[in-house]
């Protein structure tokens, strides 16, 4: 089993052998809730198994060192770099756009980590910035994405900030900017932002999105014309991280 | 008249013989809006002057450009340097916290600016990162800094970022918190950004600080713990920018 407590998601994920996923879960409550015990009875729940069929349980993610009877704790990035190898063998870098920060890594032609780029000090560009757009757009969050694909001329967004950002928001709408080209603006400006921290740590061939903000197409189709570039975004894009750590649990009882 | 049109106020100055402060002016609408103009007839009414009577006038601020009619456009760096200058002559270093910047000027001896730091793209250390403050605690802005020095055990704000720093004081709330302690440690938050500023410019004696933030007591002593130092804060701190505008009109006439 692999488990993954975000800042604002509880991920998990059981394996068999190594290779097979028998089941994933994700509960949008992260560490510091009842987000980290709840995707577990979830998990062995929905899979019908007991925390005893479990071999080894590997955690990682911010919430990782709170979780008693792990066999390990691994770091975001390794169990990040290891997921989206297993799901995407050819992968060369990878965006990560999290709730809370940015994170671009580079992984070498064996899927290790090669090297990182992540910034957690800043909202601009993260999934929280489109959590405070969506507030002031009276639209959930889940929809931005399929909105902004309406868009016929995205508004600019001058800002990088996620505050300076919001006011340029809440002054296209009261000039009555239509909602779609403000959220296609809304999501050059966070492509902008994560493409340039991707540019620091390099963009090879072939490049994969994940992370919670992947979910949400216009924010793909942005980076990939902020990139020049075709992006690849697997279906368990949310769950790398969980299924990184359940390969590593793996890897333990083989060693 | 020298006249200061920032982002958030405009402000003016009548100056006699490039010494005597004759009326000043502030009101609380920037650029873009009917501030600039009322603040001119403000002047004029409370100075009982014609505009004919102006022999010259020298504007500053983000919206130096609209205004029509004036004999020089000079930089807000240029103006504050000026204006602080004359209002303590033997000034070395400037703060100038501004509603959506912040600035550190170094003067030289004569009180020429001999260097600057700047940050105007993100809202951490400003007056607008007050105001966000202000009104997720529903408390007056105006009112931050006597209700901080109650305070007697601040709280710590590990984020430098606004929107981070706003849930981190949503959940001080909602742990029953006390407002002073928060306020305080919102302060020491704000110090501590434009401490770090304001040693990449250089701290020399005698340190002011200008700007609408400098009316903030707590602010203005947590930058005092923050630099070791004592900040003189000049009754006109709002000021600066339009005094330095006059100065420059003056000088513009006897040249
Ligand atoms: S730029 Fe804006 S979003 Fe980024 S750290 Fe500063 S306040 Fe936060």
Same mark, same amino acid.
Do not use: W
């Given at each position: 089993?692999?488990?993954?407590?975000?800042?604002?998601?509880? $991920?998990?994920?059981?394996? *068999?052998?190594?290779?097979?996923?028998?089941?994933?879960?994700?509960?949008?409550?992260?560490?510091?809730?009842?987000? %980290?015990?709840?995707?577990?009875?979830?998990?062995?729940?929905?899979? #019908?198994?007991?925390?005893? !069929?479990?071999?080894?349980?590997?955690?990682?993610?911010?919430?990782?060192?709170?979780? $008693?009877?792990? *066999? *390990?704790?691994?770091?975001?990035?390794?169990?990040?770099?290891?997921?989206?190898? /297993?799901?995407?063998? !050819?992968?060369?870098?990878?965006?990560?756009?999290?709730?809370?920060? @940015?994170?671009?890594?580079?992984?070498?032609?064996?899927? #290790?980590?090669?090297? /990182?780029?992540?910034?957690?000090?800043?909202?601009?560009?993260?999934?929280? /910035?489109? !959590?405070?757009?969506?507030?002031?757009?009276?639209?959930?969050?889940? &929809?931005?994405?399929?909105?902004?694909? &309406?868009?016929?001329? %995205?508004?600019?967004?001058?800002?990088?900030?996620?505050?300076? =950002?919001?006011?340029?928001?809440?002054?296209?709408?009261? +000039?009555?900017? #239509?909602?779609?080209? @403000?959220?296609?603006?809304?999501?050059?400006?966070?492509?902008?932002?994560?493409?340039?921290?991707? $540019?620091?740590?390099?963009?090879?061939?072939?490049?994969?999105?994940?992370?919670?903000?992947?979910?949400?197409?216009?924010?793909?189709?942005?980076?990939? !014309? =902020?990139?020049? *570039? #075709?992006?690849?975004? %697997? $279906?368990? +894009?949310?769950?790398?991280?969980?299924?990184? =750590?359940?390969? /590593?649990?793996?890897?333990?009882?083989?060693?």
């Amino acid at each position: 089993m692999g488990l993954d407590f975000g800042s604002t998601a509880s $991920k998990g994920v059981v394996l *068999k052998d190594g290779k097979e996923i028998v089941c994933t879960a994700i509960i949008t409550s992260g560490t510091g809730t009842s987000g %980290p015990e709840r995707v577990k009875e979830k998990l062995l729940t929905e899979s #019908n198994l007991l925390e005893s !069929d479990m071999e080894a349980v590997v955690v990682t993610g911010y919430g990782r060192m709170t979780y $008693k009877g792990a *066999k *390990k704790q691994i770091s975001e990035l390794s169990c990040h770099a290891k997921g989206v190898n /297993f799901l995407v063998p !050819d992968v060369g870098t990878v965006i990560d756009i999290g709730g809370q920060d @940015i994170k671009a890594l580079l992984l070498d032609k064996n899927g #290790n980590l090669s090297n /990182f780029v992540m910034n957690d000090k800043c909202a601009a560009g993260t999934g929280r /910035f489109l !959590d405070v757009m969506a507030g002031v757009l009276e639209t959930e969050v889940s &929809m931005l994405g399929e909105i902004s694909m &309406m868009s016929k001329s %995205p508004v600019n967004i001058s800002s990088t900030c996620t505050v300076f =950002a919001e006011s340029e928001v809440i002054s296209h709408l009261s +000039a009555g900017v #239509n909602k779609e080209d @403000i959220i296609a603006g809304i999501h050059i400006s966070v492509a902008g932002r994560v493409a340039a921290l991707a $540019k620091r740590v390099g963009i090879k061939d072939k490049v994969v999105m994940v992370g919670g903000v992947a979910k949400n197409i216009g924010v793909v189709k942005a980076m990939e !014309d =902020a990139l020049g *570039k #075709n992006i690849e975004v %697997p $279906k368990l +894009a949310q769950l790398t991280g969980a299924l990184g =750590a359940a390969l /590593f649990a793996f890897e333990a009882l083989n060693k």
